[in-house]
């Protein structure tokens, strides 16, 4: 399933790229970074602490996926969709990492047009996976919790592939039109005061009509904010009320604790993704540069990291799995040896 989605992913993505040939008429062919500074030899020091970084993303997202496929007790509506959360947390550290590590010792920040609408597809795109793919786990605890006797005959294998596959292909298609209405914009500037291509200060970069791409983009914002949150409210509350309702048994109490690492990994998120939306689209705050870089590239950088190493260490089935693999592969290894 989850090779399905990287080459749905990788269709797209080449649907994309294919799109940027129609062009639009502009002359600019490269975007420049300015929120790059000059901090002389100390950027090879945040090199190799933000690839030091990026490996720890991709370890702890690869176990977490391999012990999940691994154990087939892990083989739960769960942990699937835990692991659909991983597989997009990869695919974002990458639409980020290997440009930002670039840039990051190159003295020239800069990044071509084709590879900028690239990596705002890639950002964009996680970041819709990412909420809407929070929404379907907050469900799936609703359902969980409050219909334990029905749970699965209502969470059916097949109900689980179709959430995912649905969570990635609207993303893929709805940002793709976004896409297909962006790359035909005229650009009368290329300077972005960021470390990543955003496509809210691109699109205020054109100098032809941008009526329809301002209209399409606030709706689909409003759509793609208000719906997954609706689900969440709506899942969070029923959840609250059934398990400290006077008829509430101990088992519902004890199974709120798999909510615990949602709920951070929402906040988590939603406040990375909050500050970055207000204080570069709503508020022009007067904030250091340096902060200003933490809070654009926070909820890309620490969801990553948090999300494996908190489920993981906090579901006792994961924790389990995860002895039980190196137990064997410890044992195998000393059999070999003697």
């Not at 988590?268 to 970055?276: A, V």
Request: glycine share 2%.
């Amino acid at each position: 399933m989850y090779y399905m989605c990287l080459c749905i992913i990788c269709n797209l993505l080449y649907v994309s790229c294919k799109s940027l040939d129609m062009q639009n008429s502009t002359q600019i062919s490269f975007v420049i970074f300015t929120a790059y500074t000059d901090v002389g030899n100390v950027k090879y020091f945040y090199f190799t602490i933000l690839l030091a970084l990026y490996i720890c993303i991709i370890f702890a997202n690869v176990l977490l996926i391999s012990i999940i496929y691994m154990d087939r007790a892990l083989h739960e509506p769960m942990y699937l969709f835990l692991c659909s959360l991983c597989v997009n947390e990869l695919y974002g550290s990458i639409g980020l990492f290997p440009c930002l590590l670039t840039n990051l010792i190159s003295n020239n920040h800069e990044i071509h047009l084709t590879y900028c609408y690239l990596q705002m597809f890639c950002l964009y795109t996680y970041g819709v996976v990412e909420f809407c793919n929070l929404a379907i786990m907050s469900y799936d605890r609703y359902l969980s919790i409050c219909y334990p006797l029905q749970y699965n005959n209502i969470m059916t294998p097949k109900k689980v592939c179709i959430l995912i596959l649905f969570v990635w292909l609207f993303s893929f298609s709805q940002f793709t039109v976004t896409m297909t209405l962006r790359v035909r914009l005229k650009l009368c500037g290329n300077i972005m005061e960021k470390v990543w291509c955003d496509s809210y200060l691109l699109v205020r970069q054109a100098c032809s009509d941008t009526t329809v791409v301002n209209m399409y983009g606030l709706v689909i914002t409003v759509v793609l904010i208000f719906v997954p949150l609706v689900i969440i409210l709506y899942s969070y509350i029923r959840i609250f009320k059934i398990t400290f309702s006077r008829s509430s048994n101990g088992q519902n109490k004890k199974s709120l604790n798999t909510c615990v690492p949602h709920i951070v990994s929402l906040i988590n998120y939603s406040t990375g993704c909050s500050f970055e939306m207000f204080q570069s689209r709503v508020l022009t705050l007067n904030m250091p540069p340096t902060l200003r870089i933490i809070i654009s590239v926070y909820f890309i950088m620490i969801p990553p990291l948090v999300n494996p190493v908190m489920f993981g260490l906090k579901l006792t089935k994961i924790r389990e799995a995860f002895c039980a693999i190196v137990t064997t592969e410890t044992v195998t290894a000393l059999q070999w040896n003697f």
